[in-house]
């Protein structure tokens, strides 16, 4: 109940297309969806986040789509860059408990 | 400049001996937490406190300890009881009661020879 699962393990987009990843989860206390981006060698580092009020937020060309009913959310990256190549996590957080990570994607941007 | 200090990057030790790893914050965070980070295993959760002097174990624990002596600091001991240690150790923080975004350090690279 506490997991967060996380797909595709890895994805290749070409420069200029949408990259998207998935999440799933089970436990409908989570009121709480960031996405962290990670470089190799440094920590992750917050990109976007929503709670379950919404169903989409848009900072830049990264997009969350929330689906409450279904218990999904996904990370949308627009116009993907070779600069955009790196690991992402999705997590969830109930209440003022820690964060629960998915496994998390790595992307490549290919010219 | 606020924000999360780990050291050292990267850490050699012996199998067989302890080893502390150090995390520094300055962002006044109640809440700071350990996680182990594996290829393809994501973000697990060693432990994690939020307020000084308590902490609770998170979903690995075994074979590691902590302190929280003070608000700033949250260092991490893997201790010889830890079968698998060699991995790439990230500490974060959050403000109080835990809710909503971690800030994460650079994260220190554990090799145990």
């Known amino acids: 109940q506490q997991q967060v699962k996380q797909s595709p393990q890895s994805l290749i987009v070409q420069k200029g297309g949408i990259s998207i990843i998935n999440c799933a989860y089970e436990n409908t206390a989570f009121d709480y969806f960031p996405w962290y981006q990670q470089f190799p060698g440094k920590g992750p580092a917050l990109l976007i986040a929503i709670r379950p009020d919404v169903s989409e937020k848009k900072e830049g060309r990264f997009t969350i789509s929330f689906n409450k009913s279904a218990k999904q959310f996904s990370l949308h990256i627009m116009d993907s860059q070779p600069g955009d190549s790196a690991t992402y996590f999705c997590?969830?957080?109930?209440?003022?408990?820690?964060?629960?990570f998915g496994k998390g994607t790595r992307l490549s941007v290919i010219a | 400049d606020g924000g999360i200090t780990q050291s050292p990057k990267y850490l050699f030790r012996k199998e067989g001996q302890n080893v502390t790893l150090s995390c520094e914050q300055n962002l006044n965070h109640d809440a700071m937490y350990w996680y182990r980070q594996d290829p393809g295993q994501g973000l697990r959760l060693i432990y994690y406190?939020?307020?000084?002097?308590?902490?609770q174990k998170g979903d690995i624990a075994e074979g590691y300890s902590v302190s929280r002596e003070k608000k700033e600091s949250f260092p991490l001991t893997v201790t010889s009881a830890q079968k698998n240690p060699t991995a790439f150790y990230l500490c974060?923080?959050?403000?109080?009661?835990?809710?909503?975004?971690?800030?994460f350090g650079p994260g220190t690279r554990l090799t145990v020879l």
């Open positions: 974060a923080s959050s403000k109080s009661g835990g809710r909503g975004e971690q800030f």
């Open positions: 997590a969830a957080q109930p209440g003022n408990t820690p964060l629960v």
């Open positions: 406190s939020q307020i000084v002097n308590d902490f």
